[in-house]
């Protein structure tokens, strides 16, 4: 890595491209689409005898206009949580003969003949993190009806060398056309069953990693019609140039080719782990509460970045003054996804809200973090008082060296929902937050000193 800076920290800085199926394999292998097309086939055949099928060509209508079919869940606080790795391949001639629908070279082929046939949309950053947590919602991009579906299977596939099948729906609209949504999550697909109808924006499943798959996405892949109850015609939903395909885009807002964005800014109390043995979840470290003589790690994860893109940076003291002036980068590297991060210490000496603020593609995310001084906590380093889980379900742990005399429970708009009292010798020990609703809270613990800490807590 190699970066252009203006009057940026005294130190380096440090992260990398991620890369998502660097060896640009199949999502499935040719008897996983023959197995596909069979079971899709019987299923389509009992609707039609069971009089369950919703399609027909007498109310056939136009093609969907699909809205964009992941989306980020409640309990998530990235900005965003997704990139594109590949998209469909309209060069039919292999190997290494590759033609997305832009007349780039977004996609891939094999040797054995397969052209990229759908779109891979991966979880950032930390996609096993963004998976085990139910992150990334798969919902429906257009409306239509289930017309097979398949669940139960491993979902933390990490080759491609897996005979697993995936984990995923099927769902046939108005027009006739199908839409597969494949690799998902073990036991996230919708509760609903084959022959159901779903709505746009109806929940489907879990971004995973099911099937023949190095991590977690989505395979997106549609098809013009059913032929014989066979998929015929694929589809890229994409329209450009080189779409040698369809005639018009199948999105109702179609997103540019290059689509730059923040997907999230963080505090980390250490460097953050983005590259575990797959399939090891990531182990994040992020932290929002640090001490004037801590070590602080901000970070800032982005996707499709491009040489020559800015990137303006500022760390914003508690009294609104500016820690480092005209600090940006210039960037050297085009990448789906990249990160950065900064290994800081002696310069958080004032103590109380802190703001690391990221501006890029003309969006600016700022994140705010706390900064304590150890001599003013008591001797029992109030400081270091926690909550877990976090998230949690219902009970919820206070881990603290000093007594807990009171906590009190707030929700996003400031209102007291739930107040505790010291309730023994011990002081509080756990919190039964059983009635909350699922959502963002922030408890404030108090001390036996009448010291106070504020934590931002999570129920899912």
């Not at 203006?6 to 991620?18: K, Y």
């Not at 069979?38 to 069971?50: F, G, I, N, P, R």
């Not at 080759?159 to 984990?167: A, V």
């Not at 099937?211 to 892949?221: I, K, W, Y």
Request: some cysteine; overall charge negative; hydrophobic content about 30%.
């Amino acid at each position: 890595m190699s970066f252009c800076r203006a009057q940026t920290p005294d130190v380096s800085v440090n992260g990398g491209e991620f890369v998502f199926n660097p060896e640009k394999k199949p999502c499935l292998t040719s008897e996983q689409r023959r197995d596909i097309i069979q079971t899709v086939k019987s299923s389509l055949e009992e609707l039609q005898l069971q009089n369950n099928l919703y399609y027909s060509e007498s109310r056939r209508g136009n093609h969907p206009l699909f809205i964009w079919p992941i989306q980020k869940a409640s309990n998530v606080t990235f900005n965003d949580v997704w990139a594109i790795s590949n998209y469909v391949d309209h060069n039919t001639n292999f190997p290494n003969q590759i033609t997305d629908y832009n007349c780039g070279t977004k996609s891939y082929d094999t040797t054995s003949g397969y052209n990229h046939q759908g779109m891979d949309i991966y979880n950032w950053p930390f996609t096993w993190k963004l998976m085990d947590d139910d992150g990334v919602e798969i919902i429906a991009a257009a409306p239509g009806q289930i017309i097979y579906k398949s669940d139960g299977e491993f979902d933390r596939s990490c080759n491609f060398n897996t005979t697993t099948p995936w984990n995923a729906v099927y769902v046939q609209h108005s027009d006739g056309s199908v839409t597969m949504y494949g690799h998902m999550k073990n036991g996230s697909t919708t509760s609903k069953n084959v022959g159901d109808m779903v709505t746009e924006g109806e929940y489907l499943g879990i971004v995973g990693s099911s099937g023949v798959s190095t991590g977690p996405h989505l395979h997106f892949e549609v098809y013009e019609g059913v032929v014989n109850n066979i998929l015929t015609g694929l589809i890229d939903p994409y329209f450009g140039s080189c779409n040698s395909m369809n005639v018009d885009s199948w999105w109702a807002n179609q997103k540019p080719y290059v689509n730059p964005k923040i997907n999230a800014v963080l505090t980390h109390s250490q460097p953050p782990n983005i590259f575990p043995p797959c399939p090891t979840t990531e182990t994040t470290y992020i932290s929002d509460d640090f001490e004037t003589d801590d070590t602080i790690y901000p970070a800032f994860y982005l996707r499709d970045q491009t040489a020559g893109d800015n990137i303006f940076l500022e760390i914003i003291r508690p009294d609104n003054t500016t820690l480092f002036n005209n600090w940006n980068i210039s960037v050297q590297t085009t990448a789906s996804s990249w990160y950065y991060y900064w290994s800081l210490s002696g310069h958080f000496e004032m103590e109380g809200e802190w703001k690391w603020q990221v501006t890029f593609a003309g969006e600016t995310v700022t994140h705010t973090f706390n900064v304590v001084n150890p001599l003013s906590v008591d001797e029992n380093d109030f400081s270091q008082t926690s909550l877990y889980p976090n998230p949690f379900n219902t009970i919820i742990n206070i881990n603290s060296k000093t007594k807990i005399k009171n906590a009190t429970v707030v929700d996003i708009l400031g209102k007291t929902v739930l107040h505790f009292n010291e309730n023994s010798a011990d002081g509080i020990k756990d919190l039964n937050l059983s009635q909350l609703s699922n959502g963002m809270y922030f408890v404030t613990l108090e001390g036996e000193e009448n010291q106070k800490k504020t934590i931002k807590i999570i129920k899912r």
